[in-house]
């Protein structure tokens, strides 16, 4: 059976599919999505000779959301806005691919550089881009290259904690020298499951700064940012938990796979440190009050918040 098959079956075939989906959820989180307000004060690509041409080709800028319980059971899946059905889908699809920037840190360099004892939240590191630890990464990238920071600024010696805190590019990238690309890029792809990496994506300014050669797809980030909420456990997202016939036989069902990704403690010093970037860095506005919330911003030409 091909998949036009399987579609006109499904379409016609009487079964009965039970989803995963909230749809007061789906339908809240929808209608954020589409809010024309929260997008005012974000920056456009316009080419001024089609906007001349035709007043209405200024872009519409996109987004898309997911929002997975920690079993694995997607809640909330928004494809874009303003999308009809089988328009593309930024947030599953197969080519939803954008590069994740900060975002990726905590996967491929705190995670990682913390559970194998390299650093704690309380290590001091140099947030500078001229001291020897700097140059010794710039002469060993083989591109003569060290990052600055987003606001082109230093500080000095820093903690772990606020180095994260405010999405510190060199510290980020000092971090990753002392562990390792190749750890790094297993933590990535084995430990986190992020299947859009490829081999070119083992270097410093793909893992420490999330400069993917295809980019992520946002439910596999989502996906890996439930470890740090589940003590280290990550389930594999299902949209639907079974599939029954006219009759009521059930001829499909679905399960998470939940596997260990990391220990125990270090989600939880993760989790501690995501708390921390919420209440004291930039991503303040995630905050809400009395429910604990923690998360990690990244900018790109997207703009990301992944969170718990």
Do not use: H
């Amino acid at each position: 059976m091909d998949e036009k098959d399987a579609k006109q079956k499904l379409k016609n075939g009487g079964y009965k599919v039970y989803l995963t989906i909230d749809t007061r959820l789906q339908e809240k989180a929808q209608e954020i999505i589409n809010n024309e307000k929260f997008y005012k004060n974000i920056p456009v690509k316009i080419d001024k000779q089609k906007l001349k041409e035709n007043e209405n080709a200024k872009p519409n800028p996109q987004a898309a959301a997911v929002i997975m319980d920690l079993n694995g059971e997607v809640r909330a899946l928004i494809g874009g806005r303003g999308l009809s059905a089988g328009s593309f889908n930024y947030a599953a699809g197969e080519n939803a691919k954008m590069p994740p920037g900060s975002s990726i840190k905590p996967l491929t360099v705190y995670t990682p550089a913390i559970e194998n004892k390299i650093i704690t939240p309380s290590t001091i590191i140099n947030d500078s881009r001229d001291d020897e630890e700097a140059i010794e990464i710039y002469n060993a990238t083989g591109k003569n290259w060290f990052p600055n920071n987003y606001d082109n600024k230093c500080v000095g010696p820093v903690t772990v904690r606020y180095a994260l805190e405010q999405s510190k590019n060199t510290i980020a990238t000092k971090i990753l020298y002392r562990l390792g690309k190749d750890i790094s890029f297993n933590y990535a792809t084995k430990k986190f499951g992020l299947t859009t990496l490829v081999k070119d994506d083992k270097s410093y300014a793909t893992l420490a700064l999330g400069q993917l050669t295809y980019g992520a797809r946002p439910i596999e980030m989502a996906a890996a940012y439930t470890a740090f909420a589940n003590n280290g456990i990550i389930s594999s997202p299902i949209l639907y938990t079974k599939v029954e016939d006219r009759n009521g036989n059930v001829i499909l069902e679905k399960e998470a796979v939940q596997r260990r990704a990391i220990s125990q403690d270090t989600a939880f010093v993760m989790n501690q440190l995501l708390q921390s970037v919420v209440k004291n860095g930039l991503a303040k506005s995630a905050d809400l009050g009395a429910m604990p919330t923690g998360g990690k911003t990244g900018t790109t030409e997207k703009i990301w918040m992944d969170g718990l």
